[in-house]
């Protein structure tokens, strides 16, 4: 009786399984490579972002003003601080403020640009370098710019206001507290709605044309194609979108600090504008407050990460009923 | 080969040419950061003469003018602090940071230094010296402040000058305003900046009415007697030019004729002769007023122009070249004379002609001028008390409140750092407002 075949590489073995090491492990997987390629960036996140994240926390209980033999541990006297510190939340609130209406107004200015700019018209690639020029401008420079329009006595904007008739007397568009915010808005929506507008126009040129024409055959006319075809195909861009105009937002202050630095008054003082000066000792602070600063800026990265933690879970909802 | 042979002999050449070029390498560089900029014309007109005249030393002057001793720390932190630095600095800070080197070895040696400096004479506690160390000595002087006005804005309202109390200056602005509405452009009585607006006008007539933030005799912050300034300033501010921006914009403002009444120290002398030249009508520099009339205090004086070295410096006796020659009677007798600073000792005020110093004659010394005692550094948190001050005048916060803020917090962060050994109490019991510097000081560790 011949004896059968049997494939020697799928027989039965009496042998035990090779032992796979976790070295080997690595290797077959890749793993080295890929420690190897994330290295890099590995050292520049510790030695960037995780090492001063820790050395900045470790003085939260201190009272420490950057001179080496003045830090002096207070317990906790800066959270006692900060729990009483009607400036520190009246700057809180400030952001919250400014945040929402910057983004109210910079979120559907970006998109209808988008949309304009996106009609093949004649000049849409001039004006889309137009728009995102501001972007490409240090935000200090922006706040110069700002502060020669928003002038009560010379102001440029004023003097166009004046002059056509719809103002007699000079705005104090930095000076009172009542408009004083109108500005601050104004002049980041400038800077910063032409890179929201790139994005949008990024994933409408990748939306499919069929799905227009479809649409043109069955009658739809401009409005429902924006709101049926464009908006739900753009969903995905727009959630980025969104994500990175809150958590700018939040963390927006450089311009604020040249254009107004946080007057009159305390009207424009945006919760980073305020850790800043108490950090680095500039504006009205008599010196530095490291350890008072530190303390805070852990609270604003809270609530930054708060806001976007209740962003991401309103998107996902929205996803599901979408 | 005759190619050859030039092409080496080329060669040769660029090769001897090059090495002439090390001479000028071989200099030490002495990095001076400045924070002046109404003197940077002449300041560089000095340096490149040093230059010129030195093949050793070198001199690099940069000016920062923002954020000076920031930038400073921050520098000397990353090991790229400069040499030199110009005295705009927290004393006690930068000592405590031990950033700044003692001069008084370098001093005492030096007899030509001291014969036009005064170094000895001219020690103030707390603000160039620290007990027996002299970290910089001043080269001259910056008057207290003093308010510049338009003349024609003013005789076209019926005045003539500047009165002598805070309630007749107010009605003065307030009539200036009024009258100003009908003009084209609209012109105002009084301006302020957004740049320490309380220093410049109302904080100095608080001092010649004999009101200070710090209480000398009692070793304590008051701010108690502000009060009734800042009850003035929100009458000022009602008829204020309607913009308060930074300080070169509104002193551009003052020159276009914006507004007749402007308060600034010696500065001014060079700034409305050069940097914002007035052309259009004559002004005039006058005290500031008190709050009845009444002179009850010193106003406040600021020896400047002085020059730090810094610990981290590698060639301190070049740095030391450099301050003495920054500091030495031909440079001080011009820049005197060219009216940038007043001077501070009798040496440099003997040889000086006068009639070249311009309109910084009008700011010469007051009798009522001094020196005050440095006010102790303290670790405060939150805003300082011009900022706080001036709050209350736009109506931000209330009087009562903002002053009551500043008594707690100044009085508790220094008691803190008081107790913590960090600094100690100064105490001049025979304390005198008109004599600020004459009393007897004692330092308190409790």
Known sequence: MAKEYVNPQLAPTNRPPRPVNKKMRLKESGGVASWLMLSPSLVFLCVCSIYPFIWIFRYILYNYDGIPNHTRFTGMRNITTMLSDAKFWGSVGVTFEYALLKLIFIIPLALIMAVLLNQKLKGSSFFRGVFFMPTVISSSISGMIFTFIFATGNGILNGILKSIGLISQPVGWLTDTSVVMAAVIIMSVWAGFGNYMLYFVTGMTSISEDVYESSRIDGANGVQTFFRITLPMLAPVLKVVLMLAITGAFKDYEAIMVLTNGGPGTRTNVMFLYIYNLIFGTGSNATRQIGYGALLSLVAAVIVGAVTIVYNLVAKKLDDVV | ?446
């Open chain 2, 1 to 446: 080969m005759r190619k050859l042979s030039m092409l080496v002999a080329l060669v040769m050449l660029a090769v001897l040419a090059l090495s002439a070029v090390p001479a000028l390498a071989d200099k030490t560089v002495i990095t001076y950061w400045s924070n002046d900029r109404h003197d940077e014309a002449y300041m560089n007109e000095v340096i490149n003469k040093f230059n010129a005249e030195h093949d050793d030393i070198e001199i690099n002057m940069v000016i920062m003018t923002d954020d000076f001793e920031n930038s400073i720390l921050l520098a000397y932190d990353g090991g790229t602090a400069p040499d030199i630095i110009g005295q705009s600095v927290t004393l006690k800070n930068m000592v405590d940071y031990e950033a700044v080197v003692d001069l008084a070895p370098y001093i005492e040696k030096d007899e030509e230094y001291q014969k036009v400096n005064d170094p000895f004479n001219h020690k103030y506690e707390g603000l160039n010296a620290i007990g027996d160390a002299i970290y910089w000595v001043p080269s001259g002087m910056r008057s207290g402040v003093r308010i510049e006005y338009n003349k024609a804005l003013l005789e076209a309202s019926g005045f003539s000058g500047i009165p002598s109390s805070l309630p007749e200056y107010i009605e003065m602005a307030k009539k200036i305003s009024e009258d100003g509405a009908a003009n084209t452009p609209q012109t105002y009585g009084i301006g302020f900046t957004s740049s320490s607006p309380f220093e410049r006008q109302l904080e100095m007539m608080a001092q010649v009415s004999g009101v200070f933030y710090y209480d000398y005799a009692n070793g304590k912050f008051d701010f108690t007697g502000y009060k009734p300034f800042l009850e003035a300033g929100r009458e000022l501010v009602a008829v204020a030019y309607p913009d308060q921006q930074g300080v070169d914009n509104m002193r551009a403002q003052f020159a276009a004729g914006s507004f007749a009444l402007w308060g600034n120290a010696s500065q001014e002398a060079g700034v409305f002769t050069s940097q914002f030249p007035v052309n259009d009508f004559e002004w005039g520099v006058s005290p500031v007023p008190s709050l009845d009339g009444e002179i009850k205090g010193a106003l406040q004086t600021n020896p400047n122009k002085g020059y730090l070295m810094m610990s981290s410096c590698k060639n301190r006796d070049a740095a030391w070249e450099v301050i003495r020659y920054l500091q030495s009677e031909d440079v001080l007798k011009g820049y005197m004379e060219g009216g940038y600073d007043l001077p501070i000792t009798s040496y440099i005020d003997s040889i000086i002609d006068k009639s070249k110093m311009g309109r910084m004659a009008d700011f010469s010394l007051l009798d009522y001028e001094s020196v005050y005692p440095a006010v102790p550094t303290i670790n405060l948190i939150g805003d300082d008390y011009r900022t706080v001050l001036w709050n209350a005048i736009m109506g931000y916060a209330e009087i009562d409140d903002a002053i009551a803020d500043l008594n707690t917090r100044y009085n508790q962060a220094y008691d803190e750092d008081v107790s913590l050994g960090f600094v100690q109490r100064l105490v001049i019991a025979d304390y005198d407002p008109l004599h600020p510097s004459a009393g007897t000081v004692t330092w308190e560790t409790k």
